[in-house]
T-cell receptor
Framework: AQTVTQSQPEMSVQEAETVTLSCTYD???????LFWYKQPPSRQMILVIR??????QNATENRFSVNFQKAAKSFSLKISDSQLGDAAMYFC???????????FGKGTRLHILP | DAGITQSPRHKVTETGTPVTLRCHQT?????MYWYRQDPGHGLRLIHY???????DKGEVSDGYSVSRSKTEDFLLTLESATSSQTSVYFC??????????FGPGTRLTVL
């Protein structure tokens, strides 16, 4: 069965600095999708960024980018120029191309220090 | 933007009572999902649906049932609520590009 592991339960970063959240996953498949979701205190789940496994190029969305290492099964999220509004719980997630279900990691709570 | 609502948003109930949570979407998305979120566990899939009257179990389906008689509504029922079912429940719909869009969540407390 596929699993998603986020080894950092909590992290802190100074405002305007860069932070990287780690995620590893376990799968025997070659075709899949990876996601980072953000959950602010409002509790709403917000998609931050997605990556298709067949794409070698790392996805980027404004200040958010990923480092996708397929062989190492690693999918880290980098947040540049951290802002107070980035404070949230971040979830890494995996979806097989053959399945309709998404598997979530347990989350990393990110604190932004002013 | 996909529209998705959940009702109720908050509920307190007693052990042994039946509870039904409703998820409503305003577009004709085929896939709908129910998750529960607990501290230290992230989001775990309870049940999902891939069409009217087509449902399947997720990772933590024991104690829950679902129904989908219309495309727009996906109901989650706790036949006899237990304290272990105290949680935040999220509904989601499946979008293009293999993404899921989430509802605002329902906080359920079982006393």
């Amino acid at each position: 069965a596929q699993t998603v592991t986020q080894s950092q339960p909590e992290m802190s970063v100074q405002e305007a600095e860069t932070v990287t959240l780690s995620c590893t996953y376990d799968t025997s498949e070659s075709d899949y999708y990876l996601f980072w979701y953000k959950q602010p205190p409002s509790r709403q789940m917000i998609l931050v960024i997605r990556q298709e496994a067949y794409k070698q190029q790392n996805a980027t969305e404004n200040r958010f980018s990923v480092n996708f290492q397929k062989a190492a099964k690693s999918f880290s999220l980098k947040i540049s120029d951290s802002q107070l509004g980035d404070a949230a719980m971040y979830f890494c997630a995996y979806r097989s191309a053959r399945d309709d279900k998404i598997i979530f990691g347990k989350g990393t709570r990110l604190h932004i220090l002013p | 933007d996909a529209g998705i609502t959940q009702s109720p948003r908050h509920k307190v109930t007693e052990t042994g009572t039946p509870v039904t949570l409703r998820c409503h979407q305003t577009e004709n998305h085929r896939y709908m999902y129910w998750y529960r979120q607990d501290p230290g566990h992230g989001l775990r899939l309870i049940h999902y649906s891939y069409g009217v009257k087509d449902t399947d179990k997720g990772e933590v389906s024991d104690g829950y049932s679902v129904s989908r008689s219309k495309t727009e509504d996906f109901l989650l029922t706790l036949e006899s609520a237990t304290s272990s079912q105290t949680s935040v429940y999220f509904c989601a719909i499946g979008l293009a590009r293999n993404e899921q869009f989430f509802g605002p969540g329902t906080r359920l407390t079982v006393l």
